[in-house]
């Protein structure tokens, strides 16, 4: 691949890629209540993968769509299938796409709400999502979100409460059900596809968890090969506040994964 991921993006000394600020973008483009959603995707950083991998006309999937950012995909000419377990995010989507369409921005979207793992695989050109982890989850419910955030605990946990969310599952049945999807995604994809995972460690019980390295041991097997592998900085956010106000170490980047 000719193409260079996020040119025009400053670098820190790391090497991780400095994407600004992207609350007003989104404004422009989504309705108020994804604002209420506490782990959106970056839209600058979606934006560089959707142009990095794909091209108009192609179609791009996400299985664990949530509040629907990687609609912007349809905003710049691709077909677009967002797959969402939870009824709340799926109900969320339906209004992102109208509000898209009151606004006459083109969006050729087809939402499914569903469990990805019995809807995949899928026929697709690429698939690109950020997958869910528990520790995110617990941190959500936490006294300083509910407080410094105002949002109560019905819209912090709201993608939670449906069985056969990974984002409850512990470790192991968390591990086994991720491979499974990875293993659908791989299924869904043509020679030559992509599919980008956006993802960090995390840190539990005073250690880290490398869900990096864990991704490529599994994907290995299944067929896929490491493309590339970025990083940008967290500017920070929720999880990375409330950790921070607990006095606990964080994790300050994340990794996007190009397989």
Not at 1 to 18: Q, S, T
Not at 165 to 173: A, H
Not at 190 to 210: A, F, H, L, Q, W
Not at 217 to 246: E, S
Request: overall charge neutral; glycine content about 8%; proline content about 5%.
């Amino acid at each position: 691949m000719d193409k260079v991921y996020a040119p025009g993006f400053n670098r820190n000394e790391n090497g991780w890629i400095l994407f600004p600020d992207d609350v007003v973008w989104r404004k422009s483009l989504f309705p108020p209540i994804v604002m209420k959603h506490l782990a959106k995707l970056q839209l600058n950083l979606a934006w560089e993968i959707i142009k990095y991998v794909s091209m108009p006309g192609d179609t791009i999937l996400d299985p664990m769509a949530g509040t629907g950012t990687i609609m912007l995909a349809a905003i710049m000419g691709r077909n677009v299938i967002c797959i969402d377990i939870e009824e709340d995010y799926h109900k969320m989507q339906l209004e992102v796409l109208s509000y898209l369409k009151a606004n006459n921005i083109m969006a050729n979207v087809i939402l499914l709400h569903g469990n990805c793992k019995l809807l995949l695989p899928i026929s697709c050109g690429h698939i690109i999502f950020s997958p869910p982890y528990g520790v995110a989850f617990k941190q959500a419910g936490s006294k300083f979100s509910r407080e410094k955030y105002r949002v109560d605990d019905s819209e912090l946990v709201a993608y939670a409460k449906t069985t056969g969310n990974v984002g409850l599952m512990n470790n192991f049945f968390y591990s086994q059900d991720m491979e499974k999807v990875y293993g659908l995604c791989y299924q869904s994809l043509p020679n030559g596809g992509t599919m980008s995972v956006v993802t960090k460690d995390i840190i539990e019980d005073g250690s880290r968890t490398y869900l990096t390295k864990w991704i490529k041991k599994v994907c290995g097997p299944l067929g896929f090969r490491l493309q590339d592998w970025f990083k940008h900085k967290i500017g920070g956010g929720p999880f990375q506040d409330i950790r921070r106000a607990q006095g606990l170490e964080t994790v300050d980047e994340e990794d996007i994964m190009i397989w």
